[in-house]
Structure formats: structure tokens, C-alpha cells
């Protein structure tokens, strides 16, 4: 061991310590080199200055000079095709035994008609009905011949992780990503898509996002993407990985799970982790409400363990909550559940709209700094409420009687056609408020918030930033109306 740390450390050590260039011949090489990038500059500036290109496929104009750069009229005549949903295969990890209730969350997203998908069995007792639309389901083949020593996990987990090859080895056509995620994930395909289109399928791409919980993190890695949020697989890359997979898997038989023999086999073809904030693992347990009311800015892709958490509209099951979701997605699917903060300045309240989900009312004066992070509604994998276990911050929930949110969930959501613009309805959740002895406005007076938003789909397009909430005038009792959208110039969240 120590031997391979010495080999490991010396070139760099090496690298540091020595300095072959003189002074002189530095700044000859710095003039030349300042030179030469302000020739290839004006060069560049030129030849582009004639092809404006305001579509939304520039994004993937920049992803194509890696393959193009040599012919730069080739770059400008011919942008390479947006991906779409059609070029995805979901690679869904299910077992038969929890398959009867799972299913629902699958069906929930999930449409026969423009995706493409296989749920991947343990056994074949489960019976499917191709009117549920649900993805073809197959049985993994059998892993006995692989070792498993780890003491606490399943050798389950063999099985799960060679889901990528062998939906890989199906030959599907046409295939630019390879997602996979667990049978209760829900995803939101058109912002997985989104996402999916900042990077060129034909490289090596790892994409997803950790665990919550720090110590799961540590535990396993700060660089694997945790399954159950979901990960994504680029074509090129999955080319390779099926040619090596099993052979890695059968060098790592201590590991826990599927993650990490997934994560290991990454290390060894040298592919970091492409972090996406908006796979969510969710790890963790209790009301969801805080992480999903302040969402970062960056596009909702999945949803995880929602057998697991509480549901995330009160007086549903599950799945209809889920369901009711499902009902802003359709409309404006890149603004679902984004975080947008107001004041009502002659009330004296804070307003956070998270769109398509809820409303929250605060009395008094929060800075867009506080309510930006997720409350603490929820507690942590090991069921305590201990702020210091997430890799995030988190906003204590407030002492003060006066300062308990008042909380408006998403009722009811259309799009009007006359005035082109989304009209969401949130409905007062109502819950004992303590009494407070402040004498501003009590939010209680309202039963519901009317909110006005136009769908952006190219929200994503442009530099994250928060969109702008407006209170709105509005003579009927018992009700705010409210705007959200761009930004007007100089427009900020100023209390
Ligand atoms: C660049 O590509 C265009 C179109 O594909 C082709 O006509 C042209 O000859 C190429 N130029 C060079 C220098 O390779
Ligand atoms: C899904 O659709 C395909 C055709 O697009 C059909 O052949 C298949 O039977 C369907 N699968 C299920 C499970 O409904
Ligand atoms: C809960 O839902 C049921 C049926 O959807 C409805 O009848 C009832 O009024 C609801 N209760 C509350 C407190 O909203
Ligand atoms: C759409 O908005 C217009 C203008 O506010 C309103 O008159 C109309 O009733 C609305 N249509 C629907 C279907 O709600």
C-alpha cells in the first residue's frame, strides 16, 4: 500500500517543484501566446458575427465543436438535432414482490406512446397488461456466478447494477441516453430532456446528484450519482461500459450496493460525476414541504422515495398528490415548483410562491437569503431532526408564534387561452395558527391565492435566475391575486 501511495504522489510532487523556464523565455512565450489567441479572436468573431443564432439549439452548437472544429463552415451550416425523448431508454429497477403498489408511480410519468423503457424483474411472477402503458418488462439474467461478500447489503444489487448493460445490449435504435432509476422514481421527463440536451451524448457522461444525508455521502461517495434520484448514461459512454462491466463488478464484491459498483466501474474509466441538482435521491424522511418549496434554481428532473416520505399535498394518498402534480407539470413543465419571493409592503408580508405547488405567507419581513433555503419540515435518514446531517443549509423553523408560515397548496390549474397565461389555484391549508399578538395583517383573513404565470419552456435556456412574484389588486374578499414571470429590468426581490 504504501509503495503504490509513493507512486501515486511523486509526479505531482515533481511537477511543482520544477521550473524549467527561465524569465526571459516566459514572457517571449506569454507574447506569443497572447498574440496568437487574439488573432484566433477576431477570426472567430468574424465568421460568427454572419450566422446569428438565437435558437435554442446553441447550446448544442457548443457541444459539436469538439467534434467539428477542424471545418468551421461545417460548424455554422449544420447544428446537430436536439435530443428528445424519443432518444431516451429508461432502465427501471424493479422486483416483483413490491411491483402491485410501485407501479403507480411509474404510470404516473411514464407514456407507452413516446418512450421508450424496460423494467427490469427479478422473477417472472409478475403478470402485465399492455393496456396500462406501462414499460415492457424483463427479467434480469442471473448474477449467482458473480461474489457478493457484503455482510449488510443484497446481492440484489449485482443484478440492479448490470440493468445499464444488459438495456444496453438489447440494441434499441436510435439511442442517445441510457436513464435509469428505480421503480419508485418519478420523473419529469420534459426537464430531464432539458437537461440532458447540455451535453453531447457522443462523449463520456455520468450524470446525477448525491444523497441529502451527508453521512450517506460519506459513506459511500461524494462522487456517485445515488440511483433511486435517478443518473443518466450517454450513448458514448455506455458503449464502452458494456464492454467492461461484468468484469469490473466481479472486482469489487465487498461493495454495499449498485451505486457504488456503478461509481467504481466510473473511477475506473476515469469519469467524474456531472453533478444535476434537479435528480433528487431524497433521503430522507417526514414532510418533504421545505426542500420541495425551495428548490434550487435548476429544473425539477425526479422525485425518490415517495413510499417513504409523507404525501406531498395533505389529504391525499400518494399518488394522488403526486397526480395532482402532474396537472402544473403539463402546463409549464420548466417552471414546476420554481421558487419566486415577494413582499405585500403595506401588510408587511413575505411571499414565496413555489409554482404548481404552494404559496407560503410569512408575517413580516424575510430576506429572498432566508426563505431561499429549504425549512427544516423534514427529518433526516436516521429520523432525527438534526440540521447537521444534510450536505445543504437549511432554515430552522421559526419560534416566534407570529412567524409560522401560512401555507396555500395547489388546488386547481389551467391554461387560459384568451390571456395566454397559466392560472394556478392554492388553497389555504388550515392548520391551528398560534396566537400572535402582532398587529399587522393576519394571512388568515385569505382562503385562496390566485396566481397568473405565461409557460416559459426556454426558462432553462437563459442564466438561472428566480423569477419575479408581483401581489396583484384584487377587490374579492378573502382572495390575493398574484403574478409571477421574468424579471423586469432592474426588477428585484426587495423587501
Ligand atoms: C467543410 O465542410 C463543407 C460541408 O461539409 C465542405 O463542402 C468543405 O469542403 C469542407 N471544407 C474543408 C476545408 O474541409
Ligand atoms: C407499448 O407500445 C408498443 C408499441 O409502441 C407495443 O408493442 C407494446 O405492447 C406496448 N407495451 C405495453 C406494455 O403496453
Ligand atoms: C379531505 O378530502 C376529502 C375527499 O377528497 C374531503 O371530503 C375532505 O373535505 C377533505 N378534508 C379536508 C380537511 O380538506
Ligand atoms: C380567461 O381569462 C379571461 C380574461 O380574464 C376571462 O374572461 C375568461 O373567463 C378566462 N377563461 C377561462 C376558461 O377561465
Not at 415517495?306 to 397526480?323: K, M, S
Amino acid at each position: 500500500m504504501k509503495d503504490s501511495d509513493k507512486i501515486v504522489l511523486t509526479p505531482t510532487h515533481q511537477q511543482r517543484t520544477s521550473n524549467p523556464h527561465s524569465p526571459k523565455l516566459f514572457m517571449l512565450w506569454l507574447i506569443l501566446a497572447v498574440s496568437l489567441t487574439y488573432f484566433i479572436y477576431t477570426l472567430k468573431l468574424v465568421s460568427t458575427s454572419t450566422t446569428c443564432n438565437h435558437s435554442p439549439l446553441s447550446i448544442n452548437l457548443h457541444s459539436s465543436t469538439t467534434t467539428t472544429n477542424t471545418n468551421t463552415s461545417k460548424l455554422t451550416s449544420t447544428t446537430p438535432h436536439k435530443t428528445h425523448l424519443k432518444h431516451v431508454v429508461f432502465g427501471i429497477a424493479a422486483s416483483s414482490k413490491l411491483w402491485p403498489q410501485r407501479k403507480n408511480y411509474i404510470k404516473l410519468w411514464y407514456n407507452n406512446n413516446t418512450m421508450r423503457g424496460i423494467v427490469w424483474m427479478d422473477d417472472e411472477t409478475v403478470k402485465t397488461d399492455p393496456n396500462e402503458g406501462l414499460p415492457m418488462v424483463r427479467i434480469s439474467t442471473d448474477t449467482s456466478n458473480f461474489p457478493y461478500t457484503n455482510k449488510q447489503g443484497h446481492r440484489s444489487a449485482i443484478r440492479i447494477s448490470r440493468i445499464v448493460s444488459e438495456t444496453v445490449r438489447l440494441g434499441l435504435k436510435d439511442v442517445r441516453w441510457f436513464v435509469m432509476g428505480d421503480d419508485d422514481t418519478v420523473f419529469v421527463t420534459d426537464n430531464l430532456i432539458r437537461v440532458l440536451n447540455k451535453y453531447d451524448y457522443k462523449e463520456y457522461y455520468y450524470i446525477g446528484s448525491l444523497s441529502e444525508s451527508h453521512l450517506q455521502n460519506i459513506y459511500f461517495s461524494y462522487g456517485m450519482a445515488y440511483g433511486g434520484g435517478g443518473f443518466a448514461i450517454s450513448y458514448g459512454l455506455a458503449k464502452t461500459l458494456v464492454k467492461m462491466q461484468d468484469r469490473c463488478i466481479h472486482r469489487y464484491p465487498g461493495l454495499y450496493g449498485s451505486d457504488d459498483r456503478m461509481q467504481a466501474c466510473m473511477a475506473e474509466l476515469g469519469v467524474p460525476l456531472t453533478k444535476e441538482i434537479g435528480f433528487h435521491q431524497y433521503d430522507v424522511y417526514g414532510n418533504l414541504f421545505g426542500l420541495l418549496a425551495a428548490h434550487p434554481v435548476t429544473p425539477l428532473v425526479s422525485l425518490h422515495h415517495l413510499d417513504v416520505v409523507e404525501p406531498i399535498f395533505p389529504n391525499a394518498t400518494r399518488v394522488e398528490a403526486l397526480q395532482r402534480l402532474t396537472v402544473p407539470m403539463k402546463l409549464d413543465s420548466a417552471g414546476l415548483i420554481q421558487q419566486s419571493i415577494c413582499y405585500d409592503k403595506e401588510k408587511k408580508w413575505t411571499i414565496s410562491v413555489s409554482w404548481g405547488f404552494a404559496v407560503q405567507i410569512f408575517r413580516g419581513i424575510f430576506s429572498p437569503r432566508e426563505i431561499e433555503m429549504p425549512s427544516r419540515t423534514f427529518l433526516n435518514w436516521y429520523r432525527r431532526a438534526d440540521y447537521t446531517a444534510y450536505a445543504f443549509n437549511t432554515r430552522p423553523v421559526t419560534r416566534n408564534p407570529c412567524q409560522k408560515p401560512f401555507v396555500f397548496y395547489l388546488s386547481k390549474a389551467e391554461f387560459n387561452s384568451t390571456i395566454h397565461q397559466t392560472v394556478s389555484e392554492y388553497e389555504r391549508h388550515r392548520v391551528p395558527h398560534p396566537e400572535c399578538r402582532w398587529k399587522i395583517s393576519n394571512p388568515s383573513a385569505l382562503d385562496k391565492i390566485i396566481v397568473y404565470k405565461k409557460p416559459d419552456p426556454h426558462l432553462w435556456d437563459r442564466a438561472p435566475r428566480r423569477n419575479c412574484c408581483r401581489v396583484m389588486k384584487s377587490n374579492k374578499k378573502g382572495r390575493m391575486v398574484m403574478d409571477v414571470g421574468i424579471c423586469k429590468d432592474g426588477e428585484v426581490s426587495e423587501p
